[in-house]
Structures are given as structure tokens and as C-alpha cells.
């Protein structure tokens, strides 16, 4: 599994690299960002195999981040986890994402993880 690759978009730092540890220890390659700009520019540059994704972030946020995606039809092919305080994707209900919810089991993670990189 160590060819898939994961996308962290997390702007706290603690969580970051707890994520990016956990998203590690299943195997994958991980890479982290720390805004819905940096997210959306390294999808455009090299599709992952799984988006791990706060919502509430600066610069632009997870929805805007989706928003965009939706609008240049990149995510049709892009698997996202939501991992956020938040509850809604206010708009954005249809696109049905999975998602954790802060405060995270490590646990969790990592199986959530695994069964979206089997299906990627």
C-alpha cells in the first residue's frame, strides 16, 4: 500500500502531524497542507488517493476547497474523508462524505483510512 498517497488538510499543527503519523502508520505515503489554497493547488498538481479534510481552516476553507473541486470536476474521481468540529457542509450535502468528528479515535483514523484506500 505504500504507493497510495494521502492528502492531510488540517491547519492545526498538533493535529497535522498526529494525522499525518497515523496516515503512516497504515502504509501510505502522506503529504500535509495547512489551507484549502495549498490543498487545492496540490490536487491540481498530483491527484492523491485520499483527501483527509478540516473544514474550518483560513485562506479557504474545507467547503470553499470542495466547492471548487465540485466547479472544475475534480472531485468525481477524489476520495474525501471530512475530518471537522463542524457538522454540516452547509451546500454540500450531497456529495454524502464520509467523516470523523474532532475529537478523533486513532483508531479510527487509521481504519477509515484503510477501507477508503482499498476502495481507491
Do not use: Y
Request: glycine share 4%.
Amino acid at each position: 500500500m505504500s504507493s497510495r498517497r494521502v492528502l492531510v488538510v488540517e491547519d492545526e499543527r498538533a493535529i497535522s502531524i498526529l494525522l499525518e503519523r497515523l496516515v503512516r502508520a497504515t502504509g501510505a505515503e502522506v503529504e500535509v497542507v495547512h489551507d484549502g489554497l495549498e490543498a487545492l493547488a496540490s490536487i491540481r498538481a498530483s491527484r492523491p488517493d485520499l483527501v483527509l479534510l478540516d473544514l474550518i481552516m483560513p485562506v479557504m476553507n474545507g467547503e470553499e476547497l470542495l466547492r471548487t473541486l465540485e466547479q472544475e470536476g475534480l472531485l468525481p474521481d477524489l476520495r474525501v474523508v471530512v475530518i471537522s468540529t463542524k457538522e454540516e457542509l452547509v451546500g454540500l450535502e450531497h456529495l454524502n462524505l464520509p467523516r470523523l468528528s474532532k475529537p478523533f479515535e486513532a483508531t479510527a483514523v487509521k481504519q477509515v483510512v484503510r477501507e477508503q484506500l482499498a476502495l481507491a
